[in-house]
């Protein structure tokens, strides 16, 4: 009985002290449970601070970059009054000027006084010189503004192309160029805007004149085919990298920096002419190597019954 009374004792002791473990785990147990929900309740709490940060971050930020579009927009209205502004102003004593010299050219000539003919020959060139000049900037303010339009009507493209040419003999002659002008027999009728076509063939050709070297040859020349006019002018001049002439026809770039080419004006009428050209529906280019010279293109769609 004694030894049955000591197992009993002795296997109460081991449960007692199994309980006592099982307890001391159990309270272990929960303590590290409380300890990770506390952790985790913690770990939310910076996570919604850390979101209302970012949010307030991007905020922020959208405020900045509206505020900063609201700038640029503000500068560019400026800019563009400005040139429009300055543009106008320059425009009204220029076409006085203009006016006087070509009467004193006049009386000049009545008199045959070859040196101040000369001088007021010099004096025309120039205004006129700046007339374009200010031109390109009046229709710059216009592109930027949206209110370049076209006023369009039924036309001869051949016309236009030798009246341009003739208005530019003398500058390809005062440098010796040889002008060569390539043009179909029959009439080439477009719907156009006369005077703006003009003003991009005078670009064109003009800029041929000015940065072809002494000596040198242009080619001018225009074709029907496809349903379009395909007007080209070829030059003798240095020529441009495929990097430099892709920049051509953007604002005030006047080519790759380092290229033979003399820099004058404001680098704006290769993208007016592109501005004209795109604005009648048809298309412009350049085809160009250092050394060779350069190959700049245009084309305008024909009436539907004109198309060969």
């Given at each position: 009985m004694r030894q049955a009374s000591g197992l009993m004792e002795d296997r109460f002791s081991n449960l007692e002290f199994e309980r006592a473990t099982l307890l001391a785990k159990l309270e272990a147990a929960e303590r590290l449970?409380?300890?990770?929900?506390?952790?985790?309740?913690?770990?939310?709490?910076?996570?919604?601070?850390?979101?209302?940060?970012?949010?307030?971050?991007?905020r922020t930020l959208e405020q900045a970059e509206q505020d900063h579009a609201s700038r640029v927009h503000r500068l560019d209205r400026a800019h563009n009054e400005f040139v429009n502004i300055v543009s106008h102003e320059l425009r009204t004593p220029m076409t006085s000027i203009l006016g006087y010299a070509e009467f004193l050219e006049d009386e000049l000539?009545?008199?045959?006084?070859?040196?101040?003919?000369?001088?007021?020959?010099?004096?025309?060139?120039?205004?006129?010189?700046?007339?374009?000049?200010?031109?390109?900037?009046?229709?710059?303010?216009?592109?930027?503004?949206?209110?370049?339009?076209?006023?369009?009507?039924?036309?001869?493209?051949?016309?236009?192309?030798?009246?341009?040419?003739?208005?530019?003999?003398?500058?390809?002659?005062?440098?010796?160029?040889?002008?060569?002008?390539?043009?179909?027999?029959?009439?080439?009728?477009?719907?156009?805007?006369?005077?703006?076509?003009?003003?991009?063939?005078?670009?064109?050709?003009?800029?041929?004149?000015?940065?072809?070297?002494?000596?040198?040859?242009?080619?001018?020349s225009a074709t029907m085919s496809d349903g379009m006019a395909h007007v080209e002018v070829r030059d003798s001049g240095p020529g441009f990298s495929r990097e430099g002439a892709e920049e051509l026809f953007v604002k005030f770039v006047q080519g790759e920096a380092g290229s033979a080419r003399p820099r004058s004006g404001l680098g704006l009428g290769l993208s007016i002419a592109k501005a004209i050209v795109e604005a009648h529906?048809?298309?412009?280019?350049?085809?160009?190597?250092?050394?060779?010279?350069?190959?700049?293109?245009?084309?305008?769609?024909?009436?539907?019954?004109?198309?060969?």
């Open positions: 449970i409380e300890e990770q929900r506390a952790e985790l309740l913690r770990q939310r709490i910076e996570a919604v601070d850390l979101k209302a940060q970012l949010l307030d971050n991007v000539i009545a008199r045959s006084d070859r040196d101040l003919q000369r001088h007021v020959g010099q004096i025309l060139a120039s205004t006129r010189r700046m007339e374009r000049l200010v031109n390109d900037l009046l229709d710059y303010a216009r592109l930027e503004a949206g209110s370049f339009r076209l006023d369009l009507e039924t036309a001869d493209l051949k016309i236009k192309i030798q009246e341009a040419v003739e208005s530019l003999l003398p500058q390809a002659l005062d440098k010796a160029l040889g002008l060569t002008l390539s043009l179909p027999n029959s009439s080439m009728q477009l719907v156009m805007d006369p005077g703006r076509i003009e003003q991009a063939l005078f670009n064109l050709v003009g800029n041929a004149i000015k940065f072809t070297p002494p000596s040198g040859s242009i080619w001018i529906g048809g298309n412009i280019g350049l085809d160009s190597e250092p050394g060779v010279g350069s190959r700049f293109w245009f084309t305008l769609p024909l009436p539907v019954d004109t198309g060969t």
